[in-house]
């Protein structure tokens, strides 16, 4: 059979076709013709009705019969399915000729770009209809009495007077449902409420796509074979006959045109909520369970915003679907997410934030560099309070169980990203899960980008990319008198020789003082503020050191041997002091003559909290010093495996070697330390792999 020649529509008008449908009689052929028209939006990008021609809308179920049925177009065969051609014969009128908008005829379905236009503009042919027909199929005697009582109380319950809000008219409603419903237990109303269930149970009540036409209808009117009611009434007639109906239903009840408040309608229509509501709709194409959401709802009706494509598959639709939520607009493929499905779109949106952070950091295949730029923005979007940062950190660990114990943590009082890093670390290494200590160390490195300011930082964010892909599992956690904390012994091994850290502070420190001493002292005696910030970071008084740096102090001042604040702070595992240099612009990686790093300094110590914050904030994990040694090669000899851990989570080249030749797995091998080389080994098995 010859397909229907469909001419183009002009998309930047908003041309849309109407179905003609000439008159006629029962059994007789129905005979139609398509034109194109202009939907004429006002200044408020509302329909403008004077400007537009009178027709009649149609919703209705397509059903998943064939293409069977014969009507003429144009005075071309076109075929459609049973139900719409059961609704054509029913709609068709003897005495004058009917136009109607009816999605299978006057959108040329095989043209995918068409419909993705029509499909975003569809909340425009439904609001400027003088009417939607609700097409609920031919029904029954029972249906037909029903529906037929269901006018009866809206006739007479305007005959009692204007509607002057939602509970007067459901009161008159009340007082005409005993005659046409019957009494509560009595045969009619018996009858009634079968004939209710039928209808309600009818298919188009699942139909997704009937969402939006009757949410955005001026009328609409339920028909049922030769039957009519306004909607308006048979929407809470459920309510009056005090019938229980699925929640879905009930839903698609409350938005109906009709007067309502009271309803979900008048407070929530963000696009989740409405996802979330009826994520059970039926629909033959399954982006569809979205796309026709879109007009209806507060956030995403705005078609240059979240355009329906049909030539995209259903998984790019639901990650435009997370992008939007999560971002109010649709990014480009220079961005990249995980691989969501339809079911993931009802959880709530910092479980997808969370999600999206996890996959986004720890991403090491073809989108890398994407899920990069996907973390970075979505990072702003954190730091400039768009989202609760505390909800992420909260899901993180819910996640792995831990929920309560990281809800004590953020309860603190003085509360600081950098300073509870490694708590918090510790806190999901109770779960013995790899990827709860990986997530809570990336939930906490985002949330502390406003700390310094590198949230552009892509070289922090690789940093973090190979701690979260290594995913070791630190050692367990602790608790001494409260907070959860982590504790390492060192083990007895043969000692090896620390890097030359200094026994005494570079200012005028003498044997005899304490340090509140010596710091009055050295007021007393006006010495350099660069020494003042040295004892004040020797002391760990981060208030001080705040205060001279405000005064100008350079945080990178050194003394003769090359140590500065960030070295001394390092020392004496001074975490505040640390993080007050780091936001003042403290260079992590300054080398001492020795060419020693405060990376260095801490490994060697097996200060695993301070080796965790200079790698949080981007110190150079493979910087060596001048026996080129790096952190790594410290860590190994004074056989700190947490601290190696962490080291390997941050990427630390296990190749690289001193002045002597060794690596870090010879140095293991050279001190017998089966456990440490054991570790190491499998590192060295995974970069083969």
Known sequence: MRQLHYSPLNDAQGSIRLLQISKGWGREEISCSL???????????????????????????????????????????????????SALQHIRRTDQDVILWVDAICINQRDKKERGHQVAQMRYVYEAAEEVVIWLGKGDEETSN?????????????????????????????????????????????????????????????????????????????????????????????????????????????????????????????????????????????????????????????????????????????????????????????????????????????????????????????FQVSAQKTARILCQRLNEGDLDKHAVLESVARKYGQEKSMRELLSKSNYHIGIEFSEAQAILSATSDEQGVASIGMAFYFLSLDDVDSASDSHRLSLKYRLLVQKAVLQQPTLQNGPLVMVFKQRDLSPFPLPKIMKFPSFRFEHDENMFETIDRLVQDKAPLHELLWAHTWAGNEGAVDDLLERGVIPGESDVRGFGAVHLAAVKGHMKVMVVLIKAGACLDKRSVEGNTALHFAAAQGLFHVVGLLLLYCADVDIADREGKTALHFAVTQSYLHVVRLLLLYGADIYQVDSEGRTAFSLARERGDAEMENMLLRRRLNDVE
């Open 35 to 85: 034109f194109q028209t202009v939907l004429v939006l006002d200044e408020n990008q509302a329909p403008d009705r004077t400007l537009i021609i009178p027709y009649i809308a149609l919703s209705y179920v397509w059903g998943r019969e064939g293409f069977d049925h014969q009507i003429l177009i144009d005075n071309q065969p076109f075929m459609v399915k049973p139900n719409l051609f």
């Open 146 to 366: 029903l529906i037929k009582a269901v006018h009866s109380i809206d006739e007479k319950a305007k005959k009692a007077g204007p509607r002057a809000n939602y509970k007067d008219w459901i009161k008159r409603c009340e007082e005409l449902m005993p005659k046409e419903l019957g009494s509560a237990g009595s045969p009619l109303r018996l009858e009634r409420s079968s004939a209710l269930c039928k209808l309600l149970k009818n298919k188009w009540f699942e139909r997704v796509w009937i969402l939006q036409e009757i949410a955005r209808a001026k009328t609409a009117k339920i028909v049922c074979g030769n039957s009519s009611c306004p909607a308006r009434t048979f929407s809470f007639i459920p309510h009056l006959m005090d019938m229980k109906v699925d929640n879905h239903v009930q839903a698609v009840l409350d938005i109906m045109p009709r007067i309502r408040e009271g309803t979900w309608w008048s407070s929530n229509r963000n696009l989740h909520h409405l996802i979330q509501e009826f994520s059970g709709s039926q629909a033959s194409m399954n982006r569809d369970k979205v796309y026709a959401l879109l007009s209806m709802s507060e956030d995403a009706h705005d078609s240059r915003r979240f355009f329906p494509c049909y030539e995209k598959d259903d998984r790019t639709v639901w990650i435009d679907t997370v992008s939007f939520l999560l971002f109010r607009k649709i990014l480009s493929q220079d961005y990249s997410f995980p691989d969501f499905g339809f079911s993931d779109l009802r959880r709530p949106i910092i479980e997808l934030v969370r999600e999206t952070l996890e996959w986004a950091i720890t991403e090491q295949g073809f």
